[in-house]
């Protein structure tokens, strides 16, 4: 990454799209073609992996660390593909712009899927089918019947299924793979459309010079397959339940810190097996993205560990984990780490040790550069080494106009001021903090599409230490205009970064 580039962080859930939520059709590849002309390099998007719960909607609460959210699949290339007739996407719901609505989209969905899959099955030429199932056998097989246990017991989570499902005897699995046999080819088949459906986009981007940075969560849920399949992995009970809780103590975005709630990981049973679930995770995050953004990181490190019995994350304690032993690992498989670190929050001189022994550019975040510590907060672009990823904000924060409006007390926006020099408006200052970012040092830098436009409090993506009203922002189609493009692009060339 020693080459200046620019980027924009949209999720593929904030695309714009006839259906109720973003997903792989014509619209994602109108904003790639809006990347092009704005003269950006990388399009940078949150996990893709399936969620825990979808009417949660949190893309970081997963069901799987291999397996895809299918939701993003498009009814369009769906048609395209002959699987859909019109008639069958006939009538759409009156599904809410500029919002996901979860509630609705789902159910429509699904019943789109089931008759794609209906058609799909009568095929004889399945070639392609069959071979990605070969291919991605170790981890498919297991959540697809996961997924079709968890309709067959009726949500329930699989610590509470009958034991011998919960524990997986190999006789009632075979019972029940047999018994199931419709559920568990249809979720095969969903996973192969949403590989075909993305590998299309991704190659479209690649033609068009756009690289994907992913988002790889360092955690996933306890109702996940990963933790039925691998428990020994995971700090779990006589019962195979949590009995340690990841989250992050009390700081900048919650007094009583963030209770996640997610299984921790037995570091020392995973040393033992040389980190194999791991580098198979690693793996396949490298092939499905060009850079991975990896969540958490100084939980490698050292993490926030809290007894499952709490209801906050005040009474929690740090633990240790190997994490030169294990991105050493890493290095020794791979031939390079292509990998972005998300190294805010309490970082602590072990966790930067780490960062810099690998080389891994960490992230600089302009939202948090004007607070007590001005002016030599690590924010600050005077502060920068060439080797980080420079953000006006992230998928965390409110958006610049946001904060400026209704976070920010008057001394920080007294630093801003004094930090640019001169007086600057609530309509304009989202373009200063995106001049601010690309005249920096850093390599890259990487801007939401919220604050491209100029957008308030109402387009933030998340709220940290919340539960409801997350996830749902998207993008307006009008929104992509060509002056739009073209003001970018100038900012991009001037600083260097086409």
Known sequence: ??????????????????????DFGSDAYKFVDFLSKAKQSFWQILPLSAMNSPFDSSPYNIISAFAYNTFLISPELLIHEGLLNKKDVYPIPRFPKGKTNYKDVIPYKK?????????????KDRDEYEKFSTENSSWLEDFALFKALKTHFK???WSEWPIEARDRKPEAMRSLIKDLHDEIEMEKFLQYIFIQQWSLLKYYCHEKGIRIIGDMPIYVGHDSVDCWTHPGIFKLDKNKRPSAVSGVPPGYFSKTGQLWGNPVYRWDILKEKKYDWWVKRVEHNFKLYDLVRIDHFRGFVGYWEVPATKKTAVKGKWVKAPALDFFNRLKNRFRRLPMIVEDLGLITPDVRKVVEHFAFPGMKVLLFAFGEDYPTNPHLPHTYEKNCVVYTGTHDNNTVRGWFRTEARNENKRRVLDYLGRKVSEQEIHWEFIRLAMMSVGNMVIIPMQD??????EARMNRPATRKGNWKWRLLPEQLTSSLAEKLSDITENYGRA
Do not use: D, W
């Open 1 to 22: 990454m020693k080459k200046r580039t620019s980027g924009i962080l949209l999720h593929v859930t904030s695309l714009p799209s006839s259906y109720g939520i973003g």
């Open 111 to 123: 019943k789109l899927f089931r008759t794609a899959f209906e058609r799909f099955k009568k095929r």
């Open 155 to 157: 949500g329930r989570v």
């Open 452 to 457: 491209v436009l100029g957008l308030g409090e």
